[in-house]
């Protein structure tokens, strides 16, 4: 995999110390080789060109960016690539199968959960690791757990609806 | 953004680590959670030529109790496992209420509570409940280990009393001597945002008699302000209403607040005297009370 950087002029391209990671990315197992300043949102966007995953604020505020490393929700613009070497990432784009929709995606669609789509994949992947631990939550720990995300359109009441709607189909799947 | 080139190094043992930083010198940054460093590097507030990595060193996720009570926290416990911690809400009240309202929810995930003492953001939280408990870090170098007590720990914004080859691997509450009880109440404007009043309240009581007490600040001053007098006004007796209304006053009175966007100064330190009464009206059990 090659990540082209940006030729600021002042750093000599011999200078760039690389290193090779491997980590594993909804599902699949990966190599790369990358600078440590490298952000885990530009290998994600940039190296494996997984564009779900969006950068909002880029200074940990916004948690548009949210992936889940070993399952736990983290802020990808706000840890090095580097540190991803031996762990697994989820994104976005592994939600869905190949014929359907996670039921997050179906609730957040049904419920009308988003309007210009920017926040939704990093509200979505927040939701996921919620629910993946805390399958029945109340109202009050949805927006408690959604609480690092913001969203600029939707005033989160269909976000929070679409995620205990999301709930509701996995328990009565399970 | 991007942070400024560095080399990056995450070993596997804490001695490689000290090695790597005793190299480093003053370029050289310990890596823990990472959600104060990163963004201070992607700003280029910070450029440390050396990253040194601690993630992979072991046994340094741990919160536990001693036999004697004495809470140990290491340096990889993240705050989300102190918001989740049993441990926590059975026996420290001030860190169990801290917890949950420490940044947001994702960076709890990956931020630490060692790293956000070193860090020493005079508006951090934890900074606070160290102080009101009597807490201490403990350092690890090539010398060996020290013990820091938090009030000397941190000596200006942003700056700590480590030498450059040395890793806070450790911070301490000592063991309460009574019954302990307390609170933290944070005023923020929003999740994540910093606090725009914080107070901290760590008792420890025997019998009726409160036998310790600590209470610190945050947002209020230049750095966390320790409210040593108002603290003392709950030692040696009963926690009556008198010597909760005597104390909030003194913590109202220690305080240094700034008007700015959060807020005025006149405001800030209302909510302060507010906190101290509520923290301590829960404790002793009469309902909440306005200021």
Known sequence: MTIVYDDRGDEVASEVPV????????????????EPRLLLSHLIRRGLGLT?????????????CTVLVDGRA???????AVQADGHEISTVEGLATASELHPLQEGFSDEHGLQCGFCTPGMMMAAKALLDSNPDPTEEEVRWALSGNLCRCTGYQNIVKSVLWAADKLRSQS | MYPSRFRYEAPHSLDEAIALLRDGGDYAKVLAGGQSLVPLMKLRFASPELIVDINNLPGLGYHRADPDGTLRIGALCRHADLERS???????????????LIADPIVRNRGTLVGSLCHADPQGDWASVMLALGGSVVAAGPGGRRTIPMAD??????????????????????????????????????????AT??????????GETVTRAGIALTGVGGSTVAAAEA???????PLTAERIERAADLAAGAARPRTDHRGSA??????????VVRILGRVDGTAERAA
């Open chain 2, 197 to 206: 009043v914080g107070v901290a309240v760590a008792m420890e009581t025997s």
């Open chain 1, 74 to 80: 983290v802020k990808s613009c706000t840890m090095l």
């Open chain 2, 86 to 100: 049993a441990l926590l809400q059975a026996t420290q009240p001030t860190m169990a209420g801290a917890a949950p």
């Open chain 1, 19 to 34: 290193r090779r990671i491997r980590f594993t990315i909804n599902g699949e197992r990966k190599v790369a080789e990358v």
């Open chain 1, 52 to 64: 779900g995953t969006h950068m909002g604020c880029d200074t940990t505020n916004c948690g548009a």
């Open chain 2, 153 to 194: 720990f941190v000596t200006g914004p942003f700056q700590n009393v480590l030498e450059p080859d040395e890793i806070a691997v450790e911070a301490v509450i000592p063991a309460a001597k009574g019954a302990r009880s307390g609170g933290y109440l944070k005023l923020e404007r929003r999740v994540g945002d910093f």
């Open chain 2, 231 to 237: 603290a003392g006004a709950l030692v040696g007796g």
């Open chain 2, 266 to 275: 006149e405001y800030k330190r209302h909510i302060v005297r507010t906190f």
